[in-house]
């Protein structure tokens, strides 16, 4: 594969490292006098705490330290705001709300000992009812979980709704049709293979503070730390180095980190602080838990014109959720999905309960994952019901073209479609009829298959700073670049790769902005003393947010570049133009052969050639950039799926998903990215589940029970792809880190509901383990397994 | 316990807790970070290293077991500055994203090509099932020891 001068497929520049084993990742720093910390956690999901009496554990001769809420509360610091202005618990000092919250935190000299010590600390608990079934969480006398806060007296957290109720009210009232559906889209957790960790590094000398931390957002961090704690900002540095999966994990400040740093500055020694896997999937932030009521109104011939959603949405103890701060719902109210659709309406009730807190990670772009398995669901479920096709359903109710852009009836303006042509490519792909076909003569002989769609419209970038913030933070990023006197650049992005291969596909950014090969540019990110401000990489935002950044500050450079030229060719700057050729990117004379490189001219510039006055030489340049809306990417994807009536196992045979992201920067890794997406989509929809007893205790607390996919479970991937670029964004490009996560479990579970249609069955909740198929097959789809999810 | 353990090629002599884990062994004793650990229970396979020539989860392994034993890392693959063809082969068809279940993707996919040369599709879905990706579903890193089977010869 040759490097591209710009767009195009080229190997990673990052994978030299990766593939030799030479990645930074948190847990391979090791700094010189470096301590080790460990967090105990509570066996309870809700308990007083009555004592906690860590004298064993201090006396361990290995041990430096040990933390409790009490220690924190005498720095203020035993609670700490969450990313949705709530507040959790740092170390637990009056109650426990969730099993596996932090009541304590050891700093020893090595790993082992930090966990040896934490079984000699005592805490004496007193165990409370737990609120584990959010539909229970809001009944009379339900126990309150969040009596820290003055004058609650329930769990609710808030009520919130989009749309225009009398609207949708009214096309309900005269309806033809009209269907619904309970849905539970369930709690899962995205589980990167790498585990959230930190190392804290308090120099008391020069009052700097480093911490390394495989976080998505350094900056905002960098700025809570100091908000927080009431450390000076610019002494404190986050460095996020190589990150083993984020997947939005690893947006939020969890506990662990802060005692770290606690730890650090009390012992004045770094310390290393790693979560194994159950402390992952027992506190760290889940995603979903909507339970979801959905219902359309349609005509018999199957045009739909009103949909409504009630929604009870589980927080967990704490409202933790990353998302800006005027959307408590997240973005799920973009439910109306891909299709025209007059009126709308949502109403969300958010709940505490005694689980972990989160809300948002995993992929799923602010909650429009739930958003767009609702809708598929409910297109699948009215097709059912009106004894269509559900392609040709969609087909009939899918935006047009020319309705671009379009004012969804809950206010969102979708910035470029083409739906028709992208379901019609994936049937294509898919082979659609005879699909049917073959699944027709399979019925007849008892055989269940079924073909599932799922058409997606994603809403990523955030965002325009006057509607989005987080805490306060408004969603622009900045981007700095500087030309070396040789033309060699140096990019520095406030966004940070999880693996998304920003130093590769941002190199290629400048590259066709300045006409430079990609191996002439370095990507500088994840270190807040090295790059300017923004807020990170989650929600599809890198490429619309910081990758517009990049566009845009090399086009300054070149502007920059315009000016130096004229002087070098003695020409006026209006009289030049760029062109990007063989050789690269140059400023010629209008109708004249007289040209300079982008080389040439970077040398120029810093070279003592006399500069008009105002031209002040170097091409560096900085920009922040403020996106002036979100970009929306869509997709079509086609899952067939055979299933065993016996034994209710599900077979994904083939999975067709055709991506329209607007133009690809490298289009290698946008087909990565969709590979990965796609997987999750299979996974939730049959295997991913954190489920909970009613005492609360954790029943997903490892990879033995919370099942992930592996390579037999994932077929082989069809992709496709169509074209239709953003008309904001600096490249026409739109984002699509998440767009398979978010569209593809619909796909599988319509799959599925469509393999069981014969046993008339109409919907059931994921994960759709062989158990619950083979339930659905017996009439009796509701999970029966779990007492409570 | 005094352990001796070849790792790589080298050999190393420590005096080790007796829980202590080979995978903590490599990383913390030795300094070869590039062998990763991410779960408590067996399952994810980012551990993966060859204990005489055979794959396993150094997780599960106690370094006092690795005694008098030859253990290869992802660090050895390299040999004389020429990379492994598993390792060309990740890059060549962007086997990985996040990096962090490569090295004991690679370790599996040597050990598989070592056995069988010429692995189908399903063979190597099969020799990697008991890992996890969160990354790349799969599909490239299945493409990517299919390109090492088919450039067993190539330098890079
Ligand atoms: S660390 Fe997960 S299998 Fe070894
Ligand atoms: S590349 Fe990230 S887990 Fe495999």
């Not at chain 1, 739109?734 to 599988?748: L, Q």
């Not at chain 2, 779960?39 to 392994?61: A, E, H, I, Y």
């Amino acid at each position: 594969m040759s490097t591209p001068m710009g767009f195009g497929r080229m190997h990673r520049k990052e994978d030299a490292r990766f593939i030799r084993g030479r990645g930074g990742y948190v847990d391979d720093v090791q700094l010189p006098g470096m301590l080790y910390g460990a967090v105990l956690r509570s066996p309870h999901a809700h308990a007083w705490i009555r004592s906690v009496d860590t004298a064993a554990a201090e006396a361990h001769p290995k041990v430096r330290a040990v933390i409790t809420g009490a220690t924190l509360a005498g720095l203020n610091l035993d609670w700490m705001p969450t990313l949705s202005a709530d507040t959790q618990a740092v170390l637990a000092t009056d109650k426990v709300r969730f099993q596996g919250q932090e009541v304590a935190f050891v700093v020893a000299e090595d790993r082992y000992s930090a966990r040896d010590a934490l079984e000699l600390i005592d805490v004496d608990y007193e165990p409370l009812d737990p609120v584990i079934d959010a539909r229970t969480a809001l009944d009379e006398g339900a126990p309150v979980i969040r009596d820290d806060q003055e004058g609650r007296t329930d769990n609710r957290i808030f009520d919130w709704e989009a749309g225009d109720r009398a609207a949708a009210d009214a096309v309900f009232a005269r309806a033809e049709v009209t269907v619904s559906q309970d849905m539970l889209y369930p709690r899962v957790h995205p589980a990167p293979l790498e585990t959230c960790g930190a190392v804290a590094d308090f120099d008391k000398v020069t009052g700097k503070l480093t911490v390394w931390c495989p976080t998505q957002a350094p900056h905002a961090h960098r700025t809570l730390y100091a908000m927080v704690a009431g450390l000076p900002e610019h002494k404190i540095r986050v460095i996020s180095p190589d990150i083993g999966g984020g997947f939005g994990g690893k947006v939020g400040i969890y506990p662990g980190y802060v005692c770290a740093i606690v730890g650090s500055i009390v012992t004045g020694r770094p310390v290393k602080w790693m979560e194994d896997r159950s402390e992952n999937l027992m506190s760290t932030a889940f995603a979903r838990d909507y339970h979801m009521r959905g219902e359309v109104a349609a005509t018999r011939d199957g045009r739909i014109q009103a949909i409504r959603v009630k929604v009870l949405a589980d927080h967990g103890a704490f409202n933790g959720t990353a998302q800006p701060s005027k959307f408590p719902a997240g973005f799920f109210h973009v439910f109306t999905g891909s299709y025209d659709i007059q009126a709308a309406h949502c109403e969300v009730t958010g709940v505490y309960t005694n689980k972990a807190p989160g809300g948002v990670a995993y992929a799923c772009s602010f909650r429009i994952t739930e958003a767009v398995y609702l809708v598929e669901r409910m297109i699948d479920v009215l097709a059912a019901e009106l004894g269509a096709d559900p392609a040709e359903l969609r087909m009939k109710n899918l935006l047009r073209p020319e309705q671009f852009p379009y004012t969804t009836p809950t206010g969102w303006e979708y910035d470029s479609g083409d739906y028709q042509k992208t379901l019609q490519l994936a049937m294509d792909m898919a082979g659609y009829d005879a699909l049917r076909r073959e699944q027709a003569e399979k019925r007849a002989r008892g055989e269940p298959m079924g073909i599932g769609i799922s058409f997606f419209t994603e809403a990523v970038g955030a965002g325009p700073r006057k509607h989005m913030d987080i805490l306060g933070l408004g969603m622009a990023d900045g981007a700095e670049l500087r030309v070396h006197p040789t033309g060699k650049a140096v990019l520095r992005v406030s966004c940070q790769t999880q693996g998304q291969g920003h130093e590769t596909t941002f190199a290629q950014i400048v590259a066709a902005e300045l006409g430079i090969s990609p191996d002439d540019v370095e990507v500088v990110h994840g270190d807040t003393d090295q790059t300017p401000f923004g807020l990170g990489t989650y929600g599809s935002r890198s490429t619309p947010v910081s990758g517009a950044a990049t566009a845009m500050v090399a086009r300054k450079v070149r502007e920059r570049a315009r000016q130096v030229a004229s002087a070098m060719l003695e020409a006026s700057p209006q009289d030049l133009e760029w062109s990007v050729g063989e050789s690269g990117g140059a400023w010629t004379v209008a109708g004249t052969g007289a040209s300079r490189t982008i080389q040439e001219i970077a040398l120029a510039a810093h070279s003592n050639l006399e500069l008009p006055d105002g031209v002040e030489g170097h091409l560096d340049a900085t920009c922040v950039y403020n996106p002036p809306n979100l970009t929306y990417p869509f997709g079509a994807y086609i899952c067939v799926v055979d299933v065993d009536p016996g034994t209710g196992q599900v077979k994904v045979r083939r999975f067709v998903a055709v991506d329209d992201c607007g133009n690809r920067i490298n289009p290698m890794i946008v087909e990565g990215q969709v590979h990965g997406g796609l997987a999750d989509g299979v996974g939730m929809a049959l295997m991913q589940l954190m489920a909970f007893d009613e005492e609360g205790n954790h029943l997903g607390a490892s990879f033995m029970d919370y099942l992930l996919p592996t390579a037999l479970e994932c077929p082989s991937w069809e992709l496709g792809e169509t074209v239709t670029p953003s008309p904001h964004h600096p490249i026409g490009a739109k984002g699509v880190g998440e767009s398979a996560t978010v569209g593809s479990p619909a796909a599988v579970v319509n799959a599925v509901i469509d393999a069981l249609a014969p046993y008339g069955v109409r919907h059931a909740d994921m994960p759709l383990t062989p158990a619950a198929v083979w339930r659905a097959i017996q009439g009796d789809p509701i999970r029966t397994d779990l007492a409570i999810t | 316990m005094r352990i001796s353990v070849t790792v790589n090629g080298q050999t190393h002599v420590r005096d080790v807790e007796p829980r202590l884990l080979l995978v903590h062994f490599l990383r913390d004793e030795l300094g070869l970070t590039g062998t990763h650990w991410g779960c408590d229970t067996s399952n994810c396979g980012v551990c993966v290293v060859q204990l005489d020539g055979v794959p396993v989860k150094s997780c599960t392994v106690l370094a006092v077991m690795a005694d008098g034993h030859e253990v290869t890392t992802v660090e050895g693959l390299e040999k004389d500055g020429e990379l492994d063809p598993v390792q060309q082969g990740f890059v060549q068809c962007h086997g990985l994203q996040c990096g962090f279940c490569t090295p004991g993707m690679l370790m599996t996919a040597r050990w598989l090509l070592d056995r069988n040369p010429d692995p189908d599709e399903g063979e190597i879905r099969e020799a990697i099932s008991g890992q996890l990706c969160r990354c790349t579903g799969y599909e490239n890193i299945v493409r990517s020891v299919r390109w090492a089977a088919e450039n067993q010869e190539a330098k890079a």
